[in-house]
């Protein structure tokens, strides 16, 4: 099992989230909500109003979002789904835990709630230079107060 950070889309009550519960694609379990450690521009883009999480550490917010605790199959479905290598780049990030569902605030979940966990994160370092100019939040919500509504790919 690996550790994924999701900040856009694929959280609960986002456009994407359907995929982490397909059991078709392999087992997502939520282990908690997390931020991350340093600073990352994260911006909505593109006709479609993806947002993106910009590689590039020490500028803009602490983005916020979800911890979940992958198979290998469902790795190899969010990198198929995110067009990894190409369009976003899975690293290694350091995730501060905000809060731990854990088991009963027992061993490996609270050791966690009270610090920082490695999780693969899907960011980019393949953007147009003028998405740095863009509107950076910490948080993202496809309903947010932006107007952006994302696009789902059924609808492009």
Known sequence: MARVF?????KKG????????????GLAKFQGRGRTVEKYPLVIAGKYNIPYMLNIPGTGHHVAGEIYSVDEQMLQFLDEFE??????QRTLMSIEVVEWEGKGGAGEGRAAAEGVVEC???STTTYPPEWVGLPYHDSYDSSGKHGLSYVLRESR
């Open 120 to 122: 693969f994160v899907y």
């Open 6 to 10: 999701v900040y856009g889309t694929l």
């Open 14 to 25: 986002q456009p994407n989230y359907k995929h982490m519960i397909n059991t078709a694609k």
């Open 83 to 88: 067009g990894c290598p190409e369009m976003y």
